[in-house]
Structures are given as C-alpha cells and as structure tokens.
C-alpha cells in the first residue's frame, strides 16, 4: 500500500516544482504533508488535490498568500467558480 508520494512524482502530476512547493511548506502551510521516519516528505492525495487547485488559481494571478489558508471547501469553490470542475 501506498505510503505516500514523494515531492518528485507530485511535483511532476501538478506542474509546481519542488522547490516551489517546499516554499509554499514552509511560509504558508498551504499542506502539511506526512513525513517518513528519514524526514521525508510524504504527500497524500489530498495533498496532491490542493497543490493542483492552488496552482490553477495562481496560473489565473491568485497571490498564494491570499489563497493558500483557505479552507478545502472554499478552495474547491473557488476553484469551481473560476477554473471548472
């Protein structure tokens, strides 16, 4: 079973570098993801959910800092509303 996925494969499913994602970690929280006992980073697919959202909004000039804390639910609202579904 799928323990998580690394910040490589979700770095490549969303189109976010990993660098970028890190960043978004660290300075907003925009997802905590799980980490394994090494410290690495362990992304689930909610996570990986998110990361696509906040990406698509920030494509459509979203500040990450304006969007980032946003609850799951007014993501997907805003994400409904402006990208589709």
Request: charged share 30%.
């Amino acid at each position: 079973m799928n323990k998580g996925f690394s910040i490589q494969f979700v770095a490549k499913i969303t189109g976010i570098n990993a660098h970028t994602i890190r960043a978004w970690e660290k300075r907003y929280q925009a997802v905590v993801p799980d980490r394994s006992e090494t410290g690495k980073r362990l992304y689930n697919q909610d996570n990986v959910e998110r990361l696509k959202r906040l990406n698509e909004l920030v494509k459509l000039g979203n500040s990450i800092s304006d969007i980032a804390n946003l609850e799951d639910e007014n993501l997907e609202e805003m994400y409904v509303k402006y990208v589709g579904n």
